[in-house]
């Protein structure tokens, strides 16, 4: 299967702990994108990739978060200092990067926060 | 900041029923896209537009964009169970971001 890989498909953590979740996208897809959905709410923005660079972040990301794509591959999406308001889906989605692309996503982390 | 509309919020509908729903917007848009997602399950593309008026096919589901390229609409002929779900419409302005409606919820008549 070469659709997008996001790993751990489930997380609980305790208020206070640091989370990653991975993501391994489309192998030719050069943009790499995270979103954060939480129920009954389409996915909302937290940041993208093309390669290795992150290009943008939503004002809505904190500084507790942090993302990388160390060699425009995979990626991962660090949360320090868990709170409960943090507890969503994170879907990750991937793409070629052209003008009026389509976003391929995975299955996403299902995020508890205790 | 921008929104896009999206209605019905939920449809209850009987098996063999066509469902229609649509997303608009105060914006003008350059591609709407609509995915459609289950339970436990990232969003799965199900077709894209990228020119006013165009009408395309997917099965059968049918997306149009509207001509002032501010609307969109998606029908989904004769309905079976596996239909049911939250369809989402997302539109598209600059070169990545994506404005995103808030769902239509399918769900099957007993």
């Known amino acids: 299967d070469t659709g997008v890989s996001q790993d751990p498909r489930h997380k609980i953590t305790k208020r206070g702990q640091n989370v990653t979740f991975r993501c391994d996208p489309i192998s030719e897809h050069n943009r790499l994108y995270w979103y954060r959905q939480t129920l009954g709410q389409g996915p909302e923005f937290l940041t993208y990739f093309q390669n290795e660079a992150q290009l943008e972040k939503s004002r809505l990301l904190s500084d507790r978060f942090s993302a990388e794509r160390p060699k425009g591959s995979f990626s991962t999406l660090e949360i320090q200092r868990t709170e409960q308001g943090d507890s969503a889906m994170y879907l990750c989605?991937?793409?070629?990067?052209?003008?009026?692309?389509?976003?391929?996503f995975g299955s996403g982390t299902q995020l508890s926060v205790l | 900041g921008q929104q896009l509309n999206q209605s019905p919020q939920s449809m209850f509908i009987q098996e063999g029923e066509d469902v229609s729903m649509n997303c608009t917007s105060s914006?003008?848009?350059?591609?709407w896209l609509w995915y459609k997602q289950d339970p436990g399950e990232g969003p799965v593309l199900l077709i894209a537009?990228?020119?006013a008026g165009e009408l395309t096919s997917n099965g059968r589901l049918t997306a149009q964009f509207g001509i002032t390229r501010k609307d969109s609409f998606l029908n989904i002929s004769a309905s079976i169970p596996s239909d049911v779900g939250i369809y989402f419409c997302?539109?598209?302005?600059?070169?990545?971001?994506?404005?995103w409606g808030a769902g239509t919820k399918l769900i099957i008549k007993p």
């Open positions: 537009l990228y020119k």
């Open positions: 989605a991937s793409s070629f990067g052209t003008y009026g692309e389509k976003l391929f």
């Open positions: 914006s003008i848009f350059n591609t």
């Open positions: 997302a539109g598209q302005m600059g070169n990545y971001q994506l404005i």
